[in-house]
């Protein structure tokens, strides 16, 4: 039976998931908070560092330092880890499992704190050592990747 443009056709896929509210998709909102958190977190340890030591500075100020100064430069690993999630979420695309995995993988290895690791990893690891709102971060952190378990093939 003919149809005429102006009539809805029923869509196939209408029932199937869109991506907007896959487990997947939660999960990687959920990661992209705590890595916000984390960030603001380090990012507040560090301006005080900095501020002991040059004085107050303010918002602005605190913005060129983040983009130009050496001693906030390892921080800029999160924030780009943040923008290509956003970008992600932000697309036409479903998030797959398979980026889910990764970007928590991917999270694990960064946020393993050590002596011996990446330039990442040992400003981490002092990080802890020197600021319990990190140690905080890090449980929170910890937690969350217990909700998709290592090497997960489900």
Known sequence: MPTDNNTPRPDANADADDGNSSPQREKLIA????LLRIHKT??????????????????GELFRLVIDD???????????FVVRIDETLAGKEPVTV?????SFELARKMFTP???????QKKYFDAIQRDPAVVMDHAD???L????PQGANT
């Open 31 to 34: 990661l992209r908070l705590s």
């Open 42 to 59: 380090l990012l507040n340890m560090e301006r005080g560092d900095y501020e002991k030591e040059h004085g107050a500075v303010n918002t």
């Open 70 to 80: 050496a001693q906030f430069a390892w921080l800029h690993n999160i924030s780009e």
């Open 98 to 102: 398979e980026y889910m995995r990764e």
């Open 114 to 120: 050590t002596e011996s690791g990446d330039a990442f």
């Open 141 to 143: 952190m910890a937690r």
């Open 145 to 148: 990747f217990n909700t998709e």
